[in-house]
């Protein structure tokens, strides 16, 4: 157990004292290969480097690397909370499903309790409104006296053979690595990723290199997996996008989004609570995946690949990189 933000801190401090340069909010869009460099396109300029680390969470090159095949998104929930029992140490996990988690955090000085758990993939077409529920039953069966201070969700890249993808992005890629698929472990296999990928730039071996080796072809063996990716994408890509809207504007209650009719075309609508409406195209922008409404988180949400859209239509979650299209009528 360890505080990642104080464990970042170490890490920033280390890189700035060897001369190295972190600029924060800075979008990539594309790296292409010039000359005997990569050239890494952002929407604040360019950067050029002889090797490049694509470690954006879920890859944003799709070609070649393919990843879109082989890696979806999973969201799962945390609450934080008080009581006045005494804790436990240690973290914890179960062995059933669902899946649920335990580990004591400070907060402000004090001892408070994490649970966490209650995964889905990204984008399921399910009621999220109750989300948060569950993991409060077990907060309340563990610790009746208990109160809820925080809820917050968050999101993994799930390979389809459960191991990262860490080391070359691509055979045809020289010089371009990949560290994804972190399956909720992401705060530890950062660290072996790191390892690993620093090893090949330096020409070392790394005993790890092989079980993580991106460019394996065990993750798309596991047939159960592959054909659950490929029906969500046959339906998201392309059948549900030829089934009507089956309701029109008026049926959108304040605080609600649904995809309507509107002459003739689907259109992605969000009421807020003052009656105002968001409308836009619910086309994913990165390969076009019918987006599902996050009634919890008010989002735009892709079953195919886990890319997320506020209900204004900004693109908060890769791999899509742009916004969606805004309907103005
Ligand atoms: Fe890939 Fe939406 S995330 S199509």
């Known amino acids: ?32 290969s010039e000359d005997d460099e990569y050239v890494v396109y952002t929407d604040k300029g360019k950067i050029k480097a002889k ?27 945390v609450i934080g909370i008080e009581t006045k029992h005494k804790l436990f140490e ?13 580990r004591v955090a400070k907060d402000d000085g004090k001892d408070i309790v994490l649970i966490g758990g209650m995964n889905h993939r990204v984008g ?11 993991l409060e039953k077990v907060a309340k069966d563990m610790y009746p006296d208990c109160k809820v201070l925080y809820k917050w969700c968050t ?5 389809l053979d459960k191991i990262p993808y860490v080391g070359e992005y691509s055979s045809i890629m020289k010089n371009v690595y990949v560290a994804t698929g972190y399956k909720k472990w992401g705060m530890t296999t950062s660290n072996v990723s790191a390892n690993i990928i620093t090893d090949k730039i330096l020409e070392k071996e790394n005993k790890y290199e092989n079980l993580y080796k991106s460019t ?9 997996e592959l054909g659950e990716m490929i029906k969500e994408t046959a339906n998201s890509l ?17 605080g609600e989004g649904k ?11 969000y009421k807020d609570e003052e009656g105002n409406l968001y409308k836009i195209k619910p086309i994913c922008t990165h390969l076009g995946c019918e987006l599902s409404w996050n009634n919890l988180e008010k989002t735009w949400d892709c079953p195919c690949h886990g890319s997320r859209f506020d209900y204004k239509g900004n693109q908060i979650y890769d791999p899509a990189i742009e916004n969606l299209e805004i309907k103005l009528e």
Not at 7 to 19: M, T
Not at 90 to 102: D, H, K, Q, R
């Open 155 to 159: 999101q993994d890249c799930i390979t």
């Open 1 to 32: 157990m360890f505080n990642p933000r104080k464990y970042l801190k170490g890490l920033v401090n280390k890189i700035l004292g060897n001369h190295g340069e972190i600029y924060e909010e800075t979008k990539a869009f594309t790296i292409k």
């Open 238 to 254: 392309i059948i549900n996008k030829f089934k009507d809207a089956k309701e029109n504007l008026l049926d959108v209650k304040k």
């Open 51 to 77: 090797y490049v680390v694509i470690a954006t969470h879920y890859p944003i090159i799709n070609a070649p690397g393919f990843y879109f095949l082989k890696m979806y998104q999973e969201t799962s929930y």
């Open 259 to 269: 995809i309507v009719e509107i002459e003739d075309e689907k259109v992605g609508v």
């Open 90 to 102: 240690g973290m914890y996990i179960n062995a059933e499903n669902p899946t649920v988690s335990l």
């Open 216 to 224: 394996r072809l065990r993750p798309i063996k596991n047939r159960w």
């Open 124 to 134: 399921a077409k399910i009621d999220l409104g109750d989300a948060y529920k569950e």
